[in-house]
Each structure stands twice: as structure tokens, then as C-alpha cells.
């Protein structure tokens, strides 16, 4: 049972670039979740999936797409990278959005 | 959205009860209150949740007033591997709201 998992760990990208970052459960949880911790600010949600085909803006959703394609798979796309979206992305899930939520380890993203 | 404040840090000698507050004025009726403990380099680990009154468990009570304006984490007889960020957070779904962390330093 590896819980949440993300992939890549690390990346850097330069501004203008795109990539997809991945995220995976294998706890049959309803709800997934993808923020964003920066220094002082603590974690943003950036966007909820509530369940397979259904997804919600948080607080911070500019300049990120999402798809919840599956059950299990929860991915975050930046369609065109800032040095803005430098940051530690955190993927989550939880059973439902009522109750505690399970992280991955994170990706490191540097946009230079 | 509800908005959690939280102080910045605390120290603790080791064996003792630590106490973390968070303040959410204007949590929501359907709002729950959940507690998080982050290492470095880690992803935030579950600790409790609450909606009203104490919860207890293994490693952590919480304590929410009757009108749930703040909350109170409270930590056993704390040990070195306590040190981390606690964070408070408050709402579901993708209406929920992270405090910005306390960062405990267990002193040996």
C-alpha cells in the first residue's frame, strides 16, 4: 500500500515551458486534492476533485489546469511555466472532503 | 472562506504538555477543524479532527469551544522527534483554509 504518490520529485523548468505533474492513490479515496506551500504562506489549494470527472477551483487555480481522469490519478498541468509557479507542490486524497487527507512527498519545481 | 491564525512558534522542554492555538473567526456551520504535523521535505501527516467539544487519540487531544471560534491542539509530554510545523486547517472541499504553520522546537 504506497498511499499518495508523485511524480517527478524534482524538475526545473524555464518560463514559457509546459509539463504535467502526477499524482496517484491507491486508497479507493473520493477526494483528491492538489496545492502549493511557499515559504511563509503556508499550503494553498490550487484545486479539489471531489470525484472521478468532477474538479473545483481553490484558492489559488490561475495558470494551472487539472483532470481527474480516473479514480486514482490526479493530475496538475502548467501550460506555460512562471518563475512565479516556483514552489513545492503537494498532492492529497482523503475518502471524502469532510475527512483528513492523505499527502504525497511533493515535487520541488523551479521555473528560472 | 474561513480565515486561521496561528502563532508563529514555540518552544518546548521535552515531557511536556505543549498547547497550540488557532483562532477561525468566521468558521462555518458545516466547517470541521483538522490538524497536520509537517518534518522537512515532508508532506503534511494527519494528526486529528474535530468539529465541536475534545477529541482524543493515541498521539493528540483537541479541544474546540462552543463557539468554535478557535482551536487548541494539545501534545502529550513532548519528545525531539515532536519538532516539526503544525498547521491547523479549517473547511472541505475546496472550501478549506490552511493556517501558516506553528514551528515547534523541542529543547532536550
Known amino acids: 500500500n504506497a498511499g499518495v504518490t508523485q511524480t517527478p520529485k524534482f524538475q526545473v523548468l524555464k518560463t514559457g515551458q509546459s509539463m504535467t505533474l502526477q499524482c496517484a492513490q491507491d486508497m479507493n479515496h473520493n477526494s483528491m486534492y492538489w496545492y502549493r506551500q511557499d515559504p511563509g504562506m503556508g499550503l494553498r489549494l490550487i484545486y479539489y476533485?471531489?470525484?472521478?470527472?468532477?474538479?473545483d477551483k481553490g484558492e489559488v487555480p490561475n495558470g494551472y489546469n487539472v483532470s481527474r481522469l480516473n479514480k486514482r490519478e490526479f493530475s496538475l498541468r502548467l501550460e506555460s511555466a512562471a518563475p512565479s509557479q516556483t514552489s513545492v507542490y503537494f498532492c492529497?486524497?482523503?475518502?471524502?472532503?469532510?475527512?483528513?487527507?492523505?499527502f504525497g512527498p511533493g515535487t520541488r519545481l523551479t521555473v528560472t | 472562506l474561513a480565515k486561521t491564525t496561528q502563532p508563529i512558534s514555540m518552544d518546548s522542554y521535552e515531557g511536556q504538555e505543549v498547547n497550540i492555538t488557532c483562532s477561525h473567526n468566521n468558521i462555518a456551520t458545516n466547517d470541521y477543524i483538522t490538524w497536520y504535523q509537517q518534518f522537512p521535505s515532508q508532506g503534511p501527516r494527519f494528526i486529528i479532527q474535530g468539529y465541536k467539544t475534545k477529541v482524543t487519540n493515541e498521539v493528540a487531544s483537541l479541544f474546540i469551544p462552543a463557539d468554535r471560534k478557535s482551536s487548541t491542539l494539545s501534545l502529550p509530554r513532548v519528545s525531539l522527534s515532536d519538532t516539526a510545523v503544525y498547521y491547523c486547517l479549517v473547511g472541505a472541499g475546496y472550501q478549506l483554509t490552511f493556517g501558516k504553520g506553528t514551528k515547534l522546537s523541542v529543547i532536550p
Open positions: 476533485s471531489a470525484s472521478e470527472g468532477t474538479t
Open positions: 492529497a486524497s482523503s475518502r471524502d472532503g469532510n475527512l483528513g487527507q492523505y
